[in-house]
């Protein structure tokens, strides 16, 4: 008999997941502003684009010119770009008053924190600080500073924010710095979702898993798995072993084997 039961719990849980889709799609465009970090490439710069052709009034933070020329060209005339350094207190600032100006008193609907870099992924005894530094001052800090920055605006709207984590926060998938920023980014989204739903603000993240991006771009990643070898210390070379490098070489080829369909991406956004 209970077997009944659990059949008709997840019969309800698909209705439940499958309405609340069809009441995303009703979603009325006109006059709510999205705030869109990292869009100079990748899911940064698909959402970008997927919440303009849908009637959003989008803000599209990218770290470059030339990443946001490109997708003003590539975008209705309604969407705006700023240029957005996630690790720059005071940019992060500046931008975040240009956003209340804009926004007024409607509010910001949603902010997406996207904007990441996957650093250096080589075992832990082969990495410096600043390995770690990096990925962990924009993927955790950045996206902290700017949620902190933009979130009056997000409450003024009782919108929702949308975290771009990894399937790396999670799953420790790699050395380095990477998957410690995903996990605290995890973190900090678990507990901003408690500390915002008495105001009516719905947070929550994304999980990609292997995507092409330029963030996983295999020949980058290749190129500085052999520097790095190159500047460690004999000692470290020999007991690792010349074996070990051509291996790490081969499984970095092998990540290259992802998808480059981002729809499965674009229908959670």
Avoid at 81 to 100: G, M, R, Y
Avoid at 187 to 206: E, H, Q, W, Y
Wanted: net charge positive; glycine share 8%.
């Amino acid at each position: 008999m209970w077997h009944h039961f659990v059949l008709w719990l997840i019969v309800i849980f698909i209705w439940w997941k499958w309405r609340g889709r069809e009441n995303l799609d009703k979603v009325d465009p006109e006059g709510k502003y999205i705030f869109i970090t990292g869009c100079d490439s990748g899911f940064g710069k698909l959402a970008a684009m997927t919440f303009d052709r849908r009637g959003f009034q989008v803000i599209a933070g990218c770290l470059t010119e030339k990443g946001a020329k490109e997708l003003k060209e590539e975008s209705s005339a309604n969407l705006q770009t700023v240029q957005l350094d996630v690790t720059n207190s005071d940019n992060i600032k500046q931008v975040a008053e240009q956003v209340k100006k804009e926004v007024g008193q409607r509010g910001l609907w949603g902010l997406i924190n996207n904007a990441g870099v996957m650093g250096l992924s080589a075992p832990t005894d082969w990495l410096r600080i600043e390995h770690f530094r990096v990925p962990i001052e924009v993927n955790l800090m950045g996206l902290i500073n700017v949620t902190l920055n933009m979130l009056p605006l997000v409450k003024k709207a009782k919108g929702r924010i949308v975290n771009v984590t990894s399937v790396g926060g999670i799953l420790a998938i790699c050395s380095g710095g990477y998957c410690p920023s995903k996990y605290g980014a995890e973190a900090f989204t678990n507990n901003l979702r408690l500390d915002m739903k008495p105001f009516g603000v719905k947070v929550s993240c994304i999980q990609p898993g292997l995507f092409k991006t330029d963030l996983s771009d295999r020949v980058r990643i290749i190129k500085e798995k052999v520097a790095i070898w190159n500047s460690l210390p004999p000692t470290i070379q020999r007991q690792y072993g010349e074996h070990y490098l051509k291996e790490a070489v081969f499984l970095s080829f092998l990540s290259g084997f992802r998808t480059e369909d981002f729809s499965s991406m674009n229908s959670r956004l």
